[in-house]
């Protein structure tokens, strides 16, 4: 089976807050895989942590909780994969990242002179990649 990637753009921060011992890290996300994010952080979680995750893209805030399966130390931090064991936590978090895919797609055209909004945003990305964002099957 194919695992399906996607980049999270990092101009759209993700806050993870674990159980034991209590902490929280600001992360750069990197990856959305089958069931799971793949996050840099500064500090070691240990594989089996519960992570929740936060993205303060909208209000009321995004939400999904998760836990750590693995974390590789890295030359600038640790990479870790986030798994996902609730299918509803999964879909979840597959929406959280298309709304940050549109954001990014709305920021990017900032950059280039382009204001649009989120809903303007929303309709392009939508027609331009929406066709290669991962459906909740491919991802189970």
């Not at 009321?60 to 030359?75: E, F, M, N, R, Y």
């Not at 990242?97 to 309709?123: D, K, M, P, T, W």
Request: charge should be negative; aromatic fraction near 8%.
């Amino acid at each position: 089976m194919p695992r399906y990637y996607l980049r999270h753009p990092t101009e759209i921060p993700i806050l993870l807050k674990t159980n034991m011992p209590p902490q929280t890290l600001e992360d750069t996300c990197r990856d959305y895989s089958a069931g799971g994010l793949s996050c840099l952080s500064d500090r070691f979680i240990s594989p089996g942590s519960t992570v929740r995750i936060t993205i303060s893209l909208s209000q009321p805030d995004l939400t999904a909780s998760g836990h750590v399966i693995w974390c590789h130390k890295q030359s600038t931090g640790y990479l870790m994969g986030i798994g996902f064991d609730d299918p509803d936590q999964a879909y979840s978090v597959r929406m959280i990242e298309q709304i940050c895919q549109i954001e990014s797609y709305r920021l990017n055209q900032r950059r280039n002179g382009r204001q649009l909004s989120s809903e303007e945003a929303a309709v392009e990305w939508i027609k331009l990649h929406a066709a290669d964002f991962p459906t909740s099957e491919q991802l189970q």
